[in-house]
């Protein structure tokens, strides 16, 4: 594993029974990335997830994190790690404070001030002594983003952290997340159906479903890829006759008098070019940028078409 | 590991069903000893002894008394002991907070590693309360006299003997009270609801009371290998003589009980997914 991974994971699959849950997924998340990891319900997020942290064994493949292998060196692996799984869990007989130091001392302790930091980044320094019986839904997330923060992490795993927080705390939540990556360094694996929050902070992206690996890459990338240019010409038919039989022409769709062409917004000149030369009046080019979530539905259509052995996607190219 | 296993003892300690054993059985004791205060005892061994001694004083003391409650409240511990233990892991998986801890660097052989020493603590904790409270109270009421001890012969012991053999049978106790908390375990890391292994572990250990005591061929051959039966020879340490090769077979059936549980325990649990 090269030292700019930071997380790896090769061929990593997981049957429950027949189901199988995660299929062959590779994944590579960067030093610095922060990593969006994009799937609907039951695509296998949390166990691939569950699988990276050791809570689940995987009946293939690999993980690396760190550059330690997580079935072999676990506890190497997990010392810098932070992680939240699903809803964060805590002892609600105990204060949110003690559940730091307990929770601390697991990972081979921090000083005091430490666990001061981390209350003070997520706000609940006031309410620290407070048991956590009498925390809101909001204030357990925020805790647990402050437990996954406690180690000094290089990777954190966040599975949902915006999960019941309100708009003031979703948006606190996403600002913490781009500091992390951008003061600290902190690698971020973010997972999370919020695909404009992901599109907000993440500048890498995995997409899977039924626990296949859909696409990958730079979030620039696969939005490109997923971009559109509107064409308006006299004939309409003929010009989608032509352009599909280009290779490096996607999908060409007739929209009344107009053509909606899978291209880069790039390719615009030359699409230009290719009409005009084969006869056409061309009135309008206009590239239409496509979102994640556009591109997500893409995918999610794609993957639910194709048979499940051609699912691939390739990686997607910047 | 030493930190694992303090952070065990400091969630027990928080939890108010780790002291309900404690404070039961202090009520219990309380009332004893206003009834022994009351209404002192007559001599143990029935009308026979009465008729073949003259007995000037009393042949109570502390010791004896406190071997006599230990009977009684040892029956009382074991649904304790099978709901503390039986919380220790599944209690975590219901709360979900097993997954927040597996999170962390330890391994789960560490973690379960400090739950069974939390186990042993525990159940440590109770016995040494079973004798250590009513070796004081009844001190005040009966005194430190020597120790009766009433069997086919009547022997009299001294004070430092009969304690120490009291703190051996306390001892014996906690070891095969550790049977009890080992299988506890084993079911704790079979399940998610905490409730599960209290009721389960109670359960089998009344089944195996029962068969243990079904005087009928084949269970009768296996009565002496089932740790129920092993569990209460731990009187044997205050019967006079000691029957040193029944006090080592019963050591030797309630470890490999012991063993075997948290042997399987600790294969199960390093392999389960934790999905809770």
Known sequence: ?318 | MLSLTRIEYLKLSHKLRSFLGSMIITALLALMAIGFALHPPGMPGGVAMQAGFVMVGSPLSAFLVTRMVMEVLLVLLIPFICLGVGDLVAGEAEDHTLRTVLCRPPSRARFLAAKVAAAFGFTGAHVIFVIGVPLVVFGFIFGYGPMFIFGQKVAIIGRGEALLRLLGSGLYMIWGLMVLASLGLLLSVLVEKAIGPAIGTFAIFSALMIIGTIPLGFLKTISPYLFTTQLFKWSLLVSEPIPWGEVTRGIVTLGVWSGVCLAAAFLIFSRKDITC
């Open chain 1, 1 to 318: 594993m090269s030292n700019d991974l930071v997380l790896c994971t090769r061929g990593l699959t997981k049957h429950f029974g027949k189901l199988r849950a995660v299929d062959h997924l590779d994944l590579e998340v960067r030093r610095g990335d922060v990593f969006g990891f994009l799937g609907p319900n039951g695509a296998g997020k949390s166990t691939t997830i569950r699988m990276i942290m050791g809570l689940i064994r995987s009946n293939e493949g690999q993980i690396e994190v760190l550059g330690h292998n997580t079935r072999r060196q676990r506890e190497a692996a997990m010392r810098k790690v932070g992680a939240i799984v699903e809803e964060p869990a805590f002892y609600r007989f105990l204060s949110g404070r003690r559940n730091l130091e307990i929770l601390s001392a697991m990972s081979g302790g921090a000083p005091p001030q430490r666990i001061d930091e981390v209350l003070e980044v997520v706000g609940l320094t006031s309410r620290a002594r407070d048991k956590v019986k009498v925390y809101s839904h909001g204030m357990k997330q925020r805790l647990g983003i402050a437990q996954a923060l406690l180690p000094g992490p290089e990777l954190v795993i966040l599975d949902e952290p915006t999960t019941g927080l309100d708009p003031q705390g979703m948006r606190e939540v996403r600002e913490l997340i781009r500091d992390l990556a951008a003061r600290a360094q902190v690698t971020v694996f973010l997972s999370s159906h919020l695909l404009n929050e992901v599109e907000q902070v993440c500048n890498r992206v995995a997409v899977i479903n039924q626990g296949r690996l859909l696409a990958t890459g730079d979030v620039t990338s696969l939005v490109r890829q997923g971009s559109n240019v509107r064409v308006v010409t006299s004939e309409p038919e003929r010009a989608a006759l032509l352009l599909q039989r280009q290779d490096w022409i996607g999908q060409v769709q007739v929209d009344g008098d107009a053509l909606r062409v899978s291209a880069k917004p790039e390719a615009v000149p030359e699409l230009n070019a290719l009409l005009v030369q084969a006869g056409h009046r061309v009135s309008e080019l206009t590239p239409i940028r496509a979102s994640l979530e556009d591109v997500f539905f893409q995918l999610m259509g794609e993957s639910n078409d194709v048979k499940p052995d051609s699912n691939r996607i390739p990686e997607a190219q910047p």
